[in-house]
């Protein structure tokens, strides 16, 4: 069974750094593409950051691209999220998602993305 869990989630000031991380389980990341995606209250699921889990190819947000990075760890089947200088825009829900086909700019869309994970709340105080 295909299983994803975030954590990492946390109240940080502004300016502070958070680092998420999604454990996978019954898959292995070869063959998938990884993101994150966040939903603030209100407001609609948006793409912030996806890697090939095979080549590790990443596509960014634009917003979070200077501020956000994503790796891979393939020995612990486990994607990562580094966030730094966090604004309060950046409170939201976020999501682990994976599914099994190449990477692209359009994963942040939320397209191939066949498997969730619970979200870990990160919220960022001003």
């Known amino acids: 069974e295909v299983q994803l869990q975030a954590s990492g989630g946390g109240l940080v000031q502004a300016g502070g750094s958070l680092r998420l991380s999604c454990a996978a389980s019954?898959?292995?990341?070869?063959?998938?593409?990884i993101g994150w995606f966040r939903q603030a209250p209100g407001k609609v699921r948006e793409g912030v950051s996806c890697?090939?889990?095979?080549?590790?190819?990443?596509y960014y947000k634009a917003s979070v691209k200077d501020r956000f990075t994503i790796s891979v760890d393939n020995a612990k089947n486990t994607v990562y999220l580094q966030m730094s200088n966090l604004k309060p825009e950046d409170t939201a829900v976020y999501y682990c998602?994976?599914?099994?086909?190449?990477?692209?700019?359009?994963?942040?869309?939320?397209?191939?993305?066949?498997?969730w994970g619970k979200g870990t709340l990160v919220t960022v105080s001003s």
């Open positions: 998602a994976a599914g099994m086909a190449v990477v692209a700019d359009y994963t942040l869309l939320g397209i191939g993305m066949d498997h």
């Open positions: 019954g898959f292995s990341f070869d063959d998938y593409a």
């Open positions: 890697i090939g889990g095979s080549d590790g190819t990443t």
